[in-house]
């Protein structure tokens, strides 16, 4: 491969998620000596105008705001910004004349990328596009469509890009994270005992509020554990002092603080340290037993690469919610534990109960700490610089070369949340099993959210999901307010009643309500819900007479249907063959399978007496349709029920 210098374009910012990755690419590419020139495009009033200049790259500034998430008035105002900046873009791109221009997300990196692009008629410039997170986006989702190549870090990213030009490189690293670090000698620097676990906990560039408001508690509680902590606070800025405040908290707790040495003690032992940042993260994290952190790409990668057990915070309420996204993907392969941010008095807050019990459960568990570890390294591609070097070579001299990803796949989490009832299907399905799944808690407190909304769409929501998460007390909540719901909120609510695991008590009332309502599908499902809790209420004398009134009046076939099965539970055998006489040769075929099925389920439960009228019953029901052609699903109940009475 021929080597080739070029003029780069770099940008990215907003956060240290997306300018330590940009920062990472031009250490790579200035070590192979292939940068001829280069300019960093970001907002001089972003994090990024304080970071990069300090590192000797040349900066043009640029302002963009966001669209998504904001109202339809600010948008307005973004689109003129970015189109302002839009074209700043383009007369910057003519004056310096890049070769490649390389993005890795932020709102800032929009108006260059789409200059870029649209420059590709008057220069061959090669746009490239690097995604961290697992979820990417919007905008790396729409400026994907413009790109030659997308390095991505996760594989099931390339499920939601919209380009099919995206190549596996795992995260890009900064070059601290190549070097060898000696653990004896950094626990020496800060005279931390050789014996300690430590424990340590930050959120990010800026900080992370939820955090910071707790960890004072989480450390509290772990004293008697005998370990050393570590915290990193963010610094202090106009609008909010993060460091100011955890020192605070912790010092109301009876800790003390040195300013002179960032030392804390407690009983005069010391204890911890607590920074407002540090400039040896790496080697901080290399040192830690344990890393509570958000769930931000570069946390994840970072963990990945150093194999530590962490306890994951995902931050709530950013746009596309990557980073509980990413959470998910490590909690469901066992690489990492999940916590979650929830709404309480209108503040964003952490459970430090939650966080105690894990920090203690890895300590203990020497097998959850070993799997712990493994796990997330398999997130970890080691061989990320020389994937990334490849593919811009190639892209240079041969893009027929480039290895782009071939094999796209729905991860599971989508395929749960194709539709709400798939996601409250899986739900049901794993609270026995696994009650700690981060999905069964994000939607605890997303049904909490839905609950207290005045949209009666989210309030429906809440009613699918308290019947998946087992909470009868939410579906009593709806009960009491059954006149005020819509016809498909109703229904929902016997629905959700039907698939809780047990019942506490049963609301009659609630039944008969149900049983007399106007709409068919709250009649259909009420019987339903009286169909799975029979023994519970069969004894009552209004549910009978209900039953024999939709069998003996005009009703829709879907309430009949259901009657049928429930009808042998409350009332006499011969009755039962009675009534069932004139349904034998319906014309719908629902009421005729609906025969069978009643047979099935009440010979199972015991109820018939006489099977030779049981047999008689089932053989002389029309297994075929008006054209005179089997059905297979009322043949196969068929089938079913004459292999049981010829074993009889």
Same mark, same amino acid.
């Given at each position: 491969?021929?080597? %080739?210098?070029?003029r780069?374009?770099?940008?990215?910012?907003?956060?240290?998620?997306?300018?330590?990755?940009?920062?990472?690419i031009y $250490? /790579?590419?200035?070590?192979?000596?292939?940068?001829?020139?280069?300019l960093y495009?970001?907002?001089?009033?972003?994090?990024?105008?304080?970071?990069?200049?300090?590192?000797?790259?040349?900066?043009?500034?640029?302002?963009?705001?966001?669209?998504?998430?904001?109202?339809?008035?600010?948008?307005?105002?973004?689109?003129?910004?970015?189109?302002?900046? @839009?074209? %700043?873009?383009?007369?910057?791109?003519?004056?310096?004349?890049?070769?490649?221009?390389?993005?890795?997300?932020?709102?800032?990196?929009?108006?260059?990328?789409?200059?870029?692009?649209?420059?590709?008629i008057?220069?061959?410039?090669?746009?490239?596009?690097?995604?961290?997170?697992?979820?990417?986006?919007? &905008?790396?989702?729409?400026?994907?469509?413009?790109?030659?190549?997308?390095?991505?870090s996760?594989?099931?990213?390339?499920? &939601?890009?919209?380009?099919?030009?995206?190549?596996y490189?795992?995260?890009?690293?900064?070059?601290?994270?190549?070097?060898?670090?000696n653990?004896?000698?950094?626990?020496?620097?800060?005279?931390?005992?050789?014996?300690?676990?430590?424990i340590?906990?930050?959120?990010?560039?800026?900080?992370?509020?939820?955090?910071? $408001?707790?960890?004072?508690?989480?450390?509290?509680?772990?004293?008697?554990?005998?370990l050393?902590?570590?915290?990193?606070?963010?610094?202090?800025?106009?609008?909010?002092?993060?460091?100011?405040?955890?020192?605070?908290?912790?010092?109301?707790?009876?800790?003390?603080?040195?300013?002179?040495?960032?030392?804390?003690?407690?009983?005069?032992?010391?204890?911890?340290?607590?920074?407002?940042?540090?400039?040896?993260?790496?080697?901080?994290?290399?040192?830690?037993?344990?890393?509570?952190?958000?769930?931000?790409?570069?946390?994840?990668?970072?963990?990945?690469? !150093?194999?530590?057990?962490?306890?994951? /915070?995902?931050?709530?309420?950013?746009?596309?919610?990557?980073?509980?996204?990413?959470?998910?993907?490590?909690?469901?392969?066992?690489?990492?534990?999940?916590?979650?941010?929830?709404?309480?008095?209108?503040?964003?807050?952490?459970?430090?109960?939650e966080?105690?019990?894990?920090?203690?459960?890895?300590?203990?568990?020497?097998?959850?700490?070993?799997?712990?570890?493994?796990?997330?390294?398999?997130?970890?591609?080691?061989?990320?610089?020389?994937?990334?070097?490849?593919?811009?070579?190639?892209?240079?001299?041969?893009?027929?070369?480039?290895?782009?990803?071939?094999?796209?796949?729905?991860?599971?989490?989508? =395929?749960?949340?194709l539709?709400?009832?798939?996601?409250?299907?899986?739900?049901?399905?794993?609270?026995?099993?696994?009650?700690?799944?981060?999905?069964?808690?994000?939607?605890?407190?997303?049904?909490?959210?839905?609950?207290?909304?005045?949209?009666?769409?989210?309030?429906?929501?809440?009613?699918?999901?308290?019947?998946?998460?087992?909470?009868?007390d939410?579906?009593?909540?709806?009960?009491?307010?059954?006149?005020?719901?819509?016809?498909?909120?109703?229904?929902?609510?016997?629905?959700?009643?039907?698939? !809780?695991d047990?019942?506490?008590?049963?609301?009659?009332?609630?039944?008969?309500?149900?049983?007399?309502?106007?709409?068919?599908?709250? =009649?259909?499902?009420?019987?339903?819900?009286?169909? %799975?809790?029979?023994?519970?209420?069969?004894?009552?004398?209004?549910?009978?007479?209900?039953?024999?009134? &939709?069998?003996? =009046?005009?009703?829709? @076939?879907?309430?009949?249907?259901?009657?049928?099965?429930?009808?042998?539970?409350?009332?006499?055998?011969?009755?039962?063959?009675?009534?069932?006489?004139?349904?034998?040769?319906?014309?719908?075929?629902?009421?005729?399978?609906?025969?069978?099925?009643?047979?099935?389920?009440?010979?199972?439960?015991?109820?018939?007496?006489?099977?030779?009228?049981?047999?008689?019953?089932?053989?002389?029901?029309?297994?075929?349709?008006?054209?005179?052609?089997?059905?297979?699903?009322?043949?196969?109940?068929?089938?079913?029920?004459?292999?049981?009475?010829?074993?009889?």
């Amino acid at each position: 491969m021929k080597k %080739k210098k070029f003029r780069l374009l770099l940008t990215g910012g907003g956060s240290g998620g997306h300018i330590y990755p940009a920062l990472a690419i031009y $250490d /790579i590419l200035k070590r192979h000596d292939l940068i001829e020139d280069v300019l960093y495009v970001g907002n001089k009033d972003k994090l990024e105008g304080s970071i990069v200049p300090q590192k000797g790259i040349p900066f043009y500034s640029l302002k963009s705001v966001p669209f998504a998430g904001v109202s339809n008035k600010r948008r307005f105002v973004s689109f003129f910004l970015m189109f302002n900046s @839009f074209i %700043k873009a383009l007369v910057l791109i003519f004056r310096f004349k890049p070769d490649i221009v390389i993005a890795t997300g932020g709102y800032v990196s929009a108006p260059l990328v789409f200059a870029a692009f649209f420059c590709k008629i008057f220069f061959n410039i090669k746009i490239v596009l690097q995604e961290q997170n697992l979820v990417p986006g919007i &905008f790396n989702k729409f400026a994907s469509i413009f790109t030659d190549v997308v390095f991505v870090s996760f594989h099931d990213s390339t499920f &939601f890009l919209w380009s099919n030009k995206c190549v596996y490189t795992g995260y890009i690293f900064r070059s601290d994270y190549n070097r060898k670090v000696n653990l004896a000698e950094i626990k020496n620097k800060y005279n931390i005992p050789i014996e300690k676990n430590i424990i340590l906990s930050y959120g990010g560039s800026l900080g992370a509020k939820s955090i910071n $408001d707790m960890i004072h508690n989480v450390y509290y509680n772990l004293l008697k554990e005998d370990l050393f902590f570590i915290h990193i606070s963010g610094k202090n800025r106009e609008q909010y002092k993060p460091f100011d405040e955890v020192i605070s908290n912790f010092e109301a707790l009876g800790f003390k603080f040195s300013q002179a040495d960032n030392k804390v003690y407690y009983n005069d032992k010391y204890c911890g340290l607590i920074f407002d940042y540090c400039n040896e993260l790496f080697k901080i994290q290399s040192i830690a037993d344990i890393i509570i952190t958000r769930a931000g790409a570069g946390a994840i990668a970072e963990l990945a690469f !150093l194999g530590k057990p962490s306890i994951l /915070i995902p931050k709530i309420g950013l746009s596309g919610e990557h980073q509980f996204y990413n959470a998910i993907s490590l909690a469901q392969n066992n690489a990492a534990i999940v916590c979650l941010e929830k709404k309480q008095n209108g503040k964003i807050v952490v459970d430090y109960n939650e966080i105690v019990d894990n920090v203690r459960n890895i300590l203990t568990n020497s097998e959850l700490r070993i799997n712990l570890k493994s796990n997330i390294k398999k997130f970890y591609y080691k061989d990320y610089e020389k994937k990334f070097l490849e593919t811009i070579y190639f892209l240079f001299d041969d893009p027929d070369k480039i290895e782009y990803v071939s094999q796209v796949i729905m991860p599971d989490f989508v =395929k749960y949340q194709l539709n709400f009832d798939s996601l409250v299907n899986y739900l049901i399905e794993i609270r026995n099993i696994n009650p700690g799944n981060v999905f069964f808690k994000y939607y605890t407190d997303k049904m909490n959210d839905y609950l207290n909304s005045d949209n009666w769409t989210l309030q429906n929501k809440a009613i699918k999901l308290a019947g998946a998460l087992n909470r009868e007390d939410i579906l009593q909540y709806f009960a009491k307010k059954y006149d005020e719901l819509k016809g498909f909120q109703r229904r929902n609510l016997f629905i959700a009643y039907s698939k !809780l695991d047990s019942l506490k008590e049963i609301d009659f009332s609630l039944i008969k309500k149900g049983l007399e309502d106007s709409y068919f599908e709250v =009649k259909r499902e009420c019987l339903n819900f009286c169909m %799975k809790h029979i023994y519970l209420i069969r004894r009552e004398d209004f549910i009978k007479e209900k039953v024999l009134y &939709f069998l003996s =009046k005009r009703e829709s @076939f879907e309430v009949k249907s259901v009657a049928i099965k429930i009808l042998p539970f409350l009332v006499s055998n011969s009755e039962f063959f009675k009534i069932i006489s004139k349904y034998k040769y319906s014309s719908n075929i629902r009421i005729r399978e609906s025969i069978l099925d009643s047979i099935y389920y009440a010979y199972q439960m015991g109820i018939f007496a006489d099977l030779n009228l049981l047999k008689l019953a089932v053989k002389d029901t029309l297994i075929t349709t008006s054209s005179f052609e089997p059905m297979f699903k009322i043949r196969d109940k068929y089938k079913r029920l004459i292999s049981i009475f010829e074993d009889i």
